[in-house]
């Protein structure tokens, strides 16, 4: 069955410093990978996804991932954290062609 | 253009009583889903629709139905509502490809006494 493991619950990251959060996914044929952004009380967000070609992928708010097949990893990456980019984090995969299977979510808390 | 609204916003049921929730898009897509949210769960899939008139169960769709009559909306049902319901319920829908985004809706946050 698909699943997606996001190990890290809960990171704290200086304003300014770089950011990554871990996604690891199982699935056999080639995954459809997403990550989402839910800012407190709020809905699910798009950040990028990827589903074939260049294996890094820029999204929205300065947000890029990198697909790394021989991993099964889809780790999401910042350069510079702003104080407005804590929220919750979401890796997701697409299950067949149905609906998404997400991750239980990363937590990323800023500091200043 | 609203994309994906639901309602109500908030709701408190006591045990045992049932409720409805409605979720409506207006962006034409065929696949319409409900999600539960829960701490340090994630979403789960609680059921989904690939088109008008079809349903099917996700992970966990037990104590709930759902019903697509028509496109642009999707009902997610309590007949009777326990405790263990109490959670975030979230809304999405896309078009038909695995590629393709899934727009959320703003939730409905539901307590069950």
């Known amino acids: 069955a698909q699943s997606v493991t996001q190990p890290d619950i809960h990171i704290t990251v200086s304003e300014g410093a770089s950011l990554e959060l871990r996604c690891n996914y199982s699935?056999?044929?080639?995954?459809?990978l997403f990550w989402y952004v839910q800012s407190p009380g709020q809905g699910l967000q798009l950040l990028l996804k990827?589903?074939?070609?260049?294996?890094l992928v820029q999204g929205i708010k300065g947000f890029e991932a990198e697909f790394k097949r021989s991993q099964s990893s889809f780790n999401l990456r910042k350069p510079s954290v702003h104080w407005s980019d804590a929220a919750e984090y979401f890796c997701?995969?697409?299950?067949?062609?149905?609906?998404?299977?997400f991750g239980k979510g990363t937590t990323l808390s800023v500091s200043s | 253009n609203a994309g994906v609204t639901q309602t109500p916003k908030f709701r408190v049921l006591k045990t045992g009583q049932s409720m409805t929730l409605l979720c409506a898009q207006d962006?034409?897509?065929?696949?319409m889903y409900w999600y539960r949210q829960d701490p340090g769960m994630g979403l789960r899939l609680i059921h989904y629709?690939?088109?008008?008139?079809?349903?099917a169960k996700g992970e966990v769709p037990d104590g709930y139905n759902v019903s697509r009559l028509k496109k642009q909306n999707f009902l997610l049902g309590l007949e009777s509502a326990a405790p263990s319901q109490t959670s975030v319920y979230f809304c999405?829908?896309?078009?038909?490809?695995?590629?393709?985004?899934?727009?959320f809706g703003p939730g409905t946050r539901l307590t069950v006494l």
């Open positions: 999405a829908s896309t078009n038909s490809g695995r590629a393709m985004e899934s727009f």
């Open positions: 699935y056999g044929a080639t995954p459809y």
């Open positions: 990827y589903f074939s070609g260049d294996t």
């Open positions: 997701a995969v697409n299950q067949a062609g149905t609906a998404l299977i």
């Open positions: 962006m034409n897509h065929e696949y």
């Open positions: 629709s690939v088109g008008e008139g079809t349903t």
